[in-house]
């Protein structure tokens, strides 16, 4: 099993009008590229901010963040917009955040496949999701659990090769939860989530415990 991403002594502070905020002091972790990784602790232990440093959206304040081995954080903003776009899917905690809302299932798996100019298997995918017949659904016809795996479809739609999710169950019910989990599970590319929740870190292969900085 390789290094598929790593923090390596990453500081994260951010300046607010009341003074500096440290979310992240001294962090090194490494995501293997297989299987599930998750990024557990309390609320405030800078999870969220982790996920954002691991898929490139933010730069630490400082340290190193390797893609494939490769240092991420000497490259120019539109570098890393590239990388970021062509390797590694965010899921967002809010559903709906991660989709084209007023288009369909299969045209919000389309329009990830078109972008990234890769062929459309949207029945296939779907099949994978658990989401097979619900083509030409529109988006707010899922419900809060479908449309986090229309998420994940959509990822593996544009070929991603990483997912980093962010609390993907703290919004559903515990039976859309345990979907959300079960899809997680078996997506055939490697997964980071940060969460709290005991039933996803019960799944995790490899687990970072974090502690407010
Ligand atoms: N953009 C920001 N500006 C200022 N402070 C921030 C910002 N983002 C995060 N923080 C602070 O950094 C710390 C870590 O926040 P973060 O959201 O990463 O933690 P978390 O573990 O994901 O929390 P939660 O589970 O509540 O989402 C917190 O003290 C938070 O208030």
Redesign the pocket.
Known sequence: MADLLQAQDVH?T?R?PAGS????ADVSVSVPDQGMTVLA???????????RVLSLVEKPTSGEVLLNGSPTVPLSAARRRALRRKDIALVFQNPADNLITHLTVADNLRAAAQAAGRPEDVEAVLEQLGLPGTENWRVPALSGGQQQRLAFGCALARGASVVLA??PTSQLDAVSADLVLQTLATLPVPVVV?S?DPRLISLADKTFS?V??
């Open positions: 994260v951010y607010t905020v440290t979310a992240l602790g309390p609320s405030g232990s800078g999870k969220s901010t982790l996920l962010d609390e940060a709290h974090m407010a900085a």
